[in-house]
């Protein structure tokens, strides 16, 4: 056999080997990988509705703070103690999607807590909308009629929050992102409670 004949082969047999460890490796922690999601998941509900849990009692707090609600597609999680509403947001940042959790009033016209489960922005400047005092600058803001973000030093209005300094582009795209799913899960939310259903 020539050697360009035995590399091929060789390749392909390496080939084959990493693909099926790969495989096999996904199959051994996809269950693992989900059940951490849903933990992280409900973590950040509970930390969006200042809820207080440990690390043994997750579940149990969890099951009895919230009724997961499904309307026209989306999924809400409703308060139990006082109807706060909770959803999953998703949309683009600058490097990437930006995910969270958002809870609103009960007329979904006040912000009472977010949380970022993902997002790729910068480490130190748009990255910083993870930092817990900047999601917490968001409690008590309007979202009616929306949310603006911005960089203007003066007095915020009832619906405005500061800019993160130096990363104006994540703060555009972040006002943009929670003013659309803010309408679309509103829209969804009360759709059909005018007519008593």
Not at 62 to 87: C, H, M, P, Q, R
Not at 149 to 176: C, H, L, Q
């Amino acid at each position: 056999m020539n050697k360009n004949l035995q590399m091929f082969l060789f390749i392909i047999i390496l080939g084959l080997f990493t693909s099926g460890l790969l495989i096999g490796m996904d199959a051994l922690t996809r269950d693992t990988i989900e059940r951490n999601a849903a933990v992280e998941l409900r973590s950040k509900l509970l930390d969006a509705n200042k809820l207080t849990y440990t690390t043994q009692s997750i579940n149990d707090v969890y099951d009895a703070s919230f009724e997961v609600i499904e309307k026209d597609g989306l999924t809400f999680y409703l308060n139990l103690e006082n109807d706060a509403v909770s959803f999953v947001f998703e949309g683009n940042g600058v490097w990437g999607p930006i995910t969270g959790i958002l809870t609103l009033d009960p007329d979904f016209e006040t912000i009472l807590g977010v949380e970022i489960l993902a997002q790729e922005e910068t480490p130190g400047l748009g990255g910083r909308i993870t930092e817990a005092p900047y999601l917490a600058s968001f409690e008590g803001i309007l979202v009616v009629p929306s949310i603006m973000i911005r960089k203007d030093p003066a007095p915020n209005a009832p619906n405005e929050v500061d800019a993160i300094t130096g990363a104006t582009a994540t703060s555009s795209r972040f006002e943009t992102l929670l003013n659309d799913q803010i309408g679309i899960y509103r829209e969804a939310w009360f759709n059909g409670l005018e007519d008593g259903q």
